[in-house]
């Protein structure tokens, strides 16, 4: 079971990025994945989850409507689509798989990690 991330990268405020998740070893249909962050100097935190056999997906207050969580359609990668990007979401981007089909905001409902991508939001 493996998750990588990618996509991160130097983008000035209101920018946009995507961050990809390939995933292999498990099937979407059975396992959410989630995207957590963890800027310098703090605890990681919990950005959104998608929930394939549920047809959901969540986000924390601070992204809603303006980051996406969706999946491609051979269910191999799982993007967050980052839009009107601010400083505070600078960190370092994670992302997850769940337990079970339906995921959580708690990073214990995760037993496998991907290794992080960097975002930095900068002028």
């Known amino acids: 079971v493996q998750l990588q991330a990618s996509g991160g990268g130097l983008v000035e405020p209101g920018g946009s990025l995507r961050l990809s998740c390939v995933i292999s070893?498990?099937?979407?249909?059975?396992?959410?994945v989630g995207w957590f962050r963890q800027a310098p100097g703090k605890e990681r935190e919990w950005v959104s989850t998608?929930?394939?056999?549920?047809?959901?997906?969540y986000y924390r207050d601070s992204v809603k409507g303006r980051f996406t969580i969706s999946r491609d359609n051979a269910k191999t990668t799982v993007f967050l689509q980052m839009n009107s990007l601010k400083a505070d979401d600078t960190a370092v981007y994670y992302c997850?798989?769940?337990?079970?089909?339906?995921?959580?905001?708690?990073?214990?409902?995760?037993?496998?990690w991907g290794q992080g991508t960097l975002v930095t939001v900068s002028s």
């Open positions: 998608i929930s394939v056999s549920d047809g959901s997906s």
């Open positions: 997850a798989r769940a337990t079970d089909y339906l995921g959580s905001a708690l990073a214990q409902a995760y037993d496998v």
């Open positions: 070893g498990f099937s979407l249909n059975s396992y959410a």
